[in-house]
């Protein structure tokens, strides 16, 4: 049986038997038998890691220490409120915070803790239920997630490319629910982060989400 250690773009933990090509937490979240409880996260610490960083070999659910997420690809971590981790991802974390410094044009640089407070605020609601919101297609970046008819998709070049937990499906060539057009949609993805993407950070998207010319907005994970 796969753990519960799996994450969609709403920031939901489910059973899956696909790994994905990026890690994170939120703290430790199972208790014995490596079952999920009720809670969600333990902190306002949600940070996405590399799978694999300095050759260490980690238990994907320690006793008592923290619980290891899945993610398809970082556009997916983000969209459900994670940033990059500033140990494993340095120079991702750095880009990171120039963006959404530029974006909410500081004076210095965000400290970790206030971006995750302000990033936190935007995740759930009091009822801890996905927070989205509506915005025009046209004002958003590459490398977003929308949900234009009940369905997570990735935007890039103003289509939605179908999320799934093994890639992402390329709209067809007729019309359809994942070809977004020139209104508004719910986005998924947090504001700030939206802003910071906006700003110039290129979130690493997985390689089904590549059928032509590489996007300018975001980066093909394993393309270099």
């Known amino acids: 049986m796969p753990l ?15 790994r994905g090509l990026m890690m994170g937490n939120r703290g430790c979240l199972h208790g014995q038998g490596r079952s999920l409880g009720v809670t969600r996260w333990r902190s306002k610490l949600w940070i996405c890691c590399l799978l694999e960083f300095k050759g260490v070999q980690r238990d ?6 923290w619980t290891a997420l899945f993610f398809l690809d970082e556009a997916t971590a983000l969209s459900a409120g994670h940033r990059p ?38 995740r759930t609601d009091r009822s801890r239920r996905k927070r989205t919101y509506r915005a025009p297609v046209a004002e958003l970046p590459d490398g977003v997630m929308v949900r234009p008819d009940g369905e997570p998709g990735l935007l890039i070049g103003g289509q939605v490319y179908a999320w799934s937990f ?14 977004a057009g020139p209104g508004e949609v719910e986005v998924l993805t947090p504001p700030s982060i ?3 993407i906006t700003a110039g950070y290129q979130p690493l998207v997985h390689p089904s989400a590549l059928t032509g010319d590489r996007p300018p907005g975001v980066r093909i994970q394993g393309s270099g």
């Open 194 to 196: 939206v802003a910071a």
């Open 166 to 179: 093994r890639g992402y499906r390329a709209p067809p060539a007729s019309p359809s629910h994942f070809t």
């Open 85 to 122: 981790c500033a140990y494993c991802r340095r120079p991702d974390y750095l880009s990171f915070t120039q963006a959404w410094r530029t974006a909410r044009h500081l004076p210095r640089s965000p400290m970790a803790a206030e971006m995750d407070a302000a990033l936190h605020a935007e």
């Open 4 to 18: 519960q250690n799996r994450v969609t773009p709403t920031g939901e933990i489910v059973a899956d038997d696909s």
């Open 60 to 65: 994907p659910m320690p006793p008592g220490r």
